[in-house]
């Protein structure tokens, strides 16, 4: 089976950093992404990791170890938009190379004043 | 062309109805993916599409759904006989692919339509 496990919630000040954790469990493995939904709305891609490292984009960071099949997400000097659900994703193996996304529940992000 | 559209955005229909809903996706992308997203938890991967035809189909696209995109560019997901587990918000994703395997990894996700089953 394929499985990806992200805390539910996280809750943080404005100004301060947050890591959002995901480990994954997947039959095959192409890359990990990071998808931002605010209520209401669609996912937004925010970063992709295929290889170990560190990607940095603006304020957002995203890490992956395909060794520990875990990865990260780190949002720098939050703001209040940043309030939303994080979710993380890998594209699996499949029977024709689909690019299909394998979503974990996602991390609801709260950021206080 | 500014994203992908969906329409309906809400649809409230009663048990037994059927219900279609349609995907524009971005013009020159593709790849057409379908899923669906019930409160709380990550988008479900249902199905998808390499121009019009249609290589995958998750086991949780039950009989009653089916979904076509006869010239490669809109998509229709239709479900028959609706149940109240179909309530759900059913999302619709492009993405590009080029010759020589190359697969985009960013999917760009459509507003959505969210349906209730009363």
């Known amino acids: 089976g394929q499985s990806l496990e992200q805390p539910s919630e996280v809750t943080a000040v404005e100004g301060a950093i947050v890591q959002i954790n995901c480990t994954y469990q997947t039959s095959g493995f192409y890359g990990l992404s990071w998808y931002q939904q605010h209520d209401g709305g669609a996912p937004t891609f925010l970063s992709y990791n295929a290889l170990d490292g560190l990607e940095e984009t603006g304020r957002f960071s995203s890490f992956l170890s395909r060794s520990d099949s875990y990865g990260y997400l780190l949002l720098q000097e939050l703001q209040m938009k940043d309030s939303a659900s994080y979710f993380c994703a890998v594209r699996a193996h499949g029977s024709s190379n689909t690019g299909k996304l394998i979503f974990g529940q996602g991390t609801t992000l709260q950021v206080k004043p | 062309d500014t994203g992908v559209s969906q329409d309906p955005r809400h649809k409230i229909t009663k048990r037994g109805q059927n219900v279609t809903f349609r995907c524009d996706p971005i013009s020159e992308h593709n790849r057409l993916y379908w899923y669906r997203q019930t409160l709380g938890q990550g988008p479900e991967f249902l199905t998808y599409?390499?121009?019009?035809?249609?290589?995958?189909k998750s086991r949780l696209l039950s009989d009653r759904f089916s979904a076509e995109r006869p010239k490669g560019s809109f998509s229709t997901l239709e479900i028959q006989r609706t149940e109240q587990g179909d309530s759900a918000m059913y999302l619709c994703?492009?993405?590009?692919?080029?010759?020589?395997?190359?697969?985009?990894?960013?999917?760009?996700f459509g507003p959505g339509t969210r349906l209730t089953v009363t």
């Open positions: 994703a492009s993405s590009l692919s080029a010759s020589g395997g190359f697969v985009s990894y960013e999917q760009y």
């Open positions: 599409f390499q121009n019009e035809a249609q290589l995958e």
